[in-house]
């Protein structure tokens, strides 16, 4: 069966068609600026050449049909006919603590993920109009929701918990979701199958390391901690995100810069992280260059975010009492050595033992530590796209 995996932002949708037999990608792409001049989509086959086409999308209704009319082209489409998509599953970023699972998208599904909106308010209507976008489109085919947050709802309530009045988390539901479940979910899973042991024996930290950062801790299949919260903003230094902040911070810079709410929040979303501190920019590439070059800022950029990588692993190791497996995963987890060795020689104490040969790699599914380490640390790069592609597949069948 082909399956059409939709990510659905505000402004911007990424698409794939999946076969879910082979689990090859037979059509790629994206559409951005929707609702903005200077819309455009991008359209890859499988092998094929990438074409880009500026065409107007005034709403997502119309981004989904440049979509579908791309992957059905008579000359570059991959498919002949809609009636060869047999499902869609659509990647939702806030299930509350209503969906522990991802779902088939009913009207009662529908309703619930609405209800989850202020928990996500950028995120959750932007994906929902993708969804209401592609039902019209393809009423008969059988859609899925599958929820970022889905993955850590086994998160104990000693782990969720703010220390907050407890009637905030009866009331508005204030306490911790954590995000990237998908992710975290592909990548625990196949750390284990690369370690040839039962998912259901190991204790895996999982570090999701990209422009979003996020740790989780996965004990016998079951995610028992993770570092983002309630928003993504929690947990590590991010590109552009402050990460973990004394929160006495956002009034005391309210009043030194003049900043209502709105603003405090900006700068802790966008314009913080390794951004903030390296003043250079939120790419790590660059934060890496400059910091060859000598700039100071940007090697305390990349100390600063290593080291709250290196406490977070500590934090999981000890609330699980202990680590078999680390993967890391994600554009920096994936594809920065650098980071990996100056997180892995702070590790020592776990026994932890690199093969520095073997992390000179990128983008590969690969054990990096040595035969006698006493935690597996790998390289296992995700893909968000076909662990949503194999969960509506799972709903469908
Ligand atoms: P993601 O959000 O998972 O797409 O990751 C994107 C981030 O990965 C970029 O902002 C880069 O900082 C980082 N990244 C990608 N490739 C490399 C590389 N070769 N070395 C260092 N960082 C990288």
Redesign the pocket.
């Known amino acids: 069966m082909n399956i059409l995996v939709i990510n659905c932002g505000s402004s911007s949708l990424k698409y794939q068609l999946i076969n879910s037999d082979t689990e090859a990608v037979l059509a790629k792409g994206l559409c951005e600026r929707i609702g903005i001049e200077g819309s455009q989509i991008t359209y890859q086959p499988a092998g094929g050449e990438k074409e880009i086409t500026v065409s107007p999308m005034p709403t997502h209704t119309q981004a989904i049909q440049l979509v579908l009319d791309a992957l059905t082209n008579e000359k570059t489409g991959v498919i002949k006919s809609l009636d060869e998509v047999g499902a869609v599953g659509h990647r939702v970023v806030h299930g509350g603590e209503k969906f522990t699972t991802s779902t088939l998208l009913t009207d009662e599904a529908m309703k619930a993920i609405e209800e989850c909106n202020d928990l996500a308010p950028l995120h959750n209507p932007a994906n929902l109009i993708g969804i209401r976008a592609c039902q019209e489109l393809m009423p008969n085919t059988p859609m899925a929701a599958v929820f970022d947050t889905a993955f850590h709802q086994t998160m104990p309530q000693e782990a969720y918990l703010y220390g907050l009045p407890y009637e905030y988390y009866e009331k508005y539901k204030v306490r911790r979701y954590g995000f990237h479940g998908t992710s975290h979910s592909f990548v625990s899973k196949k750390a284990a199958e690369m370690a040839g042991k039962p998912y259901e024996d190991l204790k895996i930290i999982v570090c999701h390391?990209?422009?979003?950062a996020s740790l989780s801790a996965v004990d016998h299949g079951k995610s028992v901690d993770t570092s983002m919260g309630l928003t993504p903003l929690e947990g590590l230094i991010m590109?552009t995100r402050s990460g973990d902040i004394d929160p006495a911070i956002m009034e005391y810079i309210a009043k030194k810069e003049n900043l209502d709410i709105a603003g405090v929040m900006n700068v802790l979303n966008k314009k913080s992280g390794v951004l903030g501190i390296s003043g250079v920019s939120?790419?790590?590439?660059d934060?890496?260059n400059a910091a060859n070059e000598g700039n100071e800022r940007a090697a305390t950029a990349l100390r600063t975010f290593n080291y709250r990588v290196i406490k977070y692993i500590g934090a999981y190791a000890a609330a699980m009492n202990g680590v078999d497996i680390i993967a890391f995963t994600?554009?920096?987890g994936?594809?920065?050595k650098n980071?990996r060795k100056a997180v892995c020689d702070h590790l020592s104490y776990l026994g932890v033992k690199i093969d520095e040969e073997a992390n000179n790699v990128?983008g590969v599914d690969r054990i990096i530590s040595t035969p006698d380490s006493a935690v597996q640390v790998m390289i296992v790069p995700?893909n968000e796209e076909l662990a949503i592609a194999r969960e509506t597949l799972a709903l469908v069948k």
Request: aromatic share 4%.
């Open positions: 390391l990209g422009n979003g590109g939120s790419d790590f590439r934060i890496e994600a554009g920096l994936e594809n920065d980071m990128r995700t």
